[in-house]
């Protein structure tokens, strides 16, 4: 790789224009990517992978996102150094934004500064813009209105290029940027001062072991996929991203570049999860990218379907350091906050962590959610264990809740391949953040009720 970027970054500043993403019959993109400001090194190469597609002509830039270094079109100067990103656009995003925001400011009391990001004016609306302005060091960012810097002039910017767009011109030097449902479990500012962080200056967090990865991703580029030589090879989750945005600059820009063509690499990458993988790759760094690797748990709640009882998912809960559980993401659509729903889902059983060798067991589903409010991961009764944990968890009874301890295995694929499913009573902290912001929600959704209300009459 080294190599390879020898010959792309040369020591010569010229000028690119023109030229635009062409793709070959094999889907591989090909043709010049156009760029109208000055380039520190052009070079064009060609890979051709055993005969199957050849990649040429690429032209990528040398340089840097942040102050110091350089500052193309007119990107914002850095002006605080920790802060949190929310990409949240529309009203049901925008609804989780604010229950996870309260949550931020009012439970977690934590002060750091957030930003909330959208894209054009359409995807807010008065009175949310008004709450929003209300909450303490809280702003908002149009991102339709920055001067980006193109490396396609036709790149359709929606859904994941937009997170990835508000990591880029965050006004935060040190960024933890979060999923509108993705709420911490404790004060997010700790993250910053863990160990992890301050030697690589990222952390990443995993998926349940979906790895659909398309390896032309890497080998395009003369890279080796990163599974090949990973045994417990995780993909990556990104409803929650921690990055030092000055310490890898020039990661900003391939992952930039990645984005400006999803239309090629989201295809081949389920969207942009794991493109920041691939960017620390290709900017020479790939032993930096930290992800933890372990697991997520599954928060599951029993549903009486048609064909039976299933279990349906409710979203991760992602770990932290010290066993400290770092935050909960309502990754299905059924489990995020819906204002036009009456139902919610939330989980009465926390899965063991998901080993790298868990498959999903036979019979499981994404279906719709039967008198429910949207799609989820259904898995079948067959294939969860409720009892397993009374052999591998101990609890005292206090007042209101229990102190627990658990030392259930993860659960995998190697034995009966059943998920080991715990009572949410084992993980008090988890269920004192779902009360609250059940509740939060349900004050924001009467409160925006009674705003329709008035505006109709």
Known sequence: MTALLRRLFAATD????????????SGVPHALFPLNVPWRGIAEFAVDLTGVMTVSNKRLRAGSFVAGISLPLGLPQVRQQRGIV???GGGQM?????????????YLACDLPIEIAYFGEHEIDSYHEHLFRGMTSTSLVDLSAVHRLEYRSDASLGSYAIKVLAIIYSSFAEVLCLDSDSIPMHDPSALFETASYKEYGNIFWS????????????????????????EAFLAAESGQILLNRQKHADVLHWLWFVTTNSDFFY????????????????????????????????????????????????GFVQPGFANVTAFYHRVESAAKFNPSSPIMLTPLFIT???????RRPEGSSWSKVEWGPGWATHYPASGVDTTAHEACCSAAHHTHTHISSCSCRPTSSLEDNKIIAI????FPDLQRLLSISQKIFLDYRHDLWLHEQMIQT
């Open 14 to 25: 010229v000028h690119a224009s023109g030229g635009r993403l062409g793709v070959t019959k």
């Open 86 to 88: 929310i990409p949240s």
């Open 94 to 106: 925008l609804a989780n934004a604010y229950v996870g925001v309260k949550v931020i400011r009012d």
């Open 207 to 230: 998926d349940a072991n979906i790895n659909g990865l398309d390896a032309i991703v890497y080998q395009m580029f003369e890279l080796q996929p990163p599974w090949v030589a990973e």
């Open 267 to 314: 295809a081949r990458m389920h969207g942009d999860k794991d493109t920041y993988r691939l960017a620390f790759a290709l900017a020479d760094k790939a032993g930096e990218y930290h992800q933890i690797k372990v697991g997520p748990q599954l928060g599951l709640m029993p549903w009486k379907a048609a064909r039976g009882l299933v279990y349906v998912s409710a």
């Open 352 to 358: 063991t962590e998901l080993s790298h060798t868990w």
């Open 423 to 426: 009572p949410i009573a084992y």
